[in-house]
């Protein structure tokens, strides 16, 4: 199975994960360490370092803004971002890997993290209609996620946060 096969299908079962786990994080605080944690999984894994692959393969971005709804987008995409892809894409990887691990670190990181992840979402749909089956879940589940977070219960610490997972609330 090809990389570009496996990528869409992570991204889906984690997405899935996310969406399920935030559905019950006000009530388990299993299912919203399993919300955050699938959202770290999904950011560097499936984001940073699948984008760090497609750069070390030689992937250029071409394309990515065509389905944009407004032109500029698409042209500006096209002239400035894929003549220095290497250069939008690093600050990309750079920005998933840190917020995708800062979502592991209970309290004011976390609720900043996941914040910066609705922002990311909702702007990706300046890219393409056709996002918004991804977007409008993705924003809700890590809304109630940041919600879930905003509990004087949900967040302990880093340490007993991941570690803990056992107990429910």
Not at 7 to 34: C, D, K
Not at 114 to 139: E, K, Q
């Amino acid at each position: 199975m090809s990389i570009d096969m496996v990528v869409p299908l992570t991204w889906l079962a984690l997405g899935t994960v996310i969406v399920v786990s935030s559905l019950r994080a006000r009530r388990s605080r299993r299912a919203y360490l399993v919300g955050v944690v699938s959202v770290s999984g999904l950011w560097v894994v499936a984001g940073a370092l699948v984008n760090a692959l497609f750069l070390s393969r030689g992937d250029d971005y071409s394309g990515f803004a065509d389905g944009a709804p407004v032109a500029w987008v698409t042209d500006t995409w096209e002239s400035l971002v894929v003549p220095h892809h290497t250069f939008f894409i690093g600050l990309l990887i750079a920005f998933e890997a840190v917020v995708g691990a800062l979502v592991l670190v209970a309290g004011p990181a976390r609720q900043a993290s996941l914040l910066l992840l609705v922002a990311f979402n909702v702007a990706v749909v300046s890219f393409g209609l056709a996002y918004l089956a991804w977007t409008v879940p993705m924003v809700l589940a890590l809304t109630l996620l940041w919600r879930a977070g905003r509990q004087p219960q949900a967040e302990d610490g880093p340490a007993r946060s991941l570690t803990s997972s056992t107990r429910s609330s």
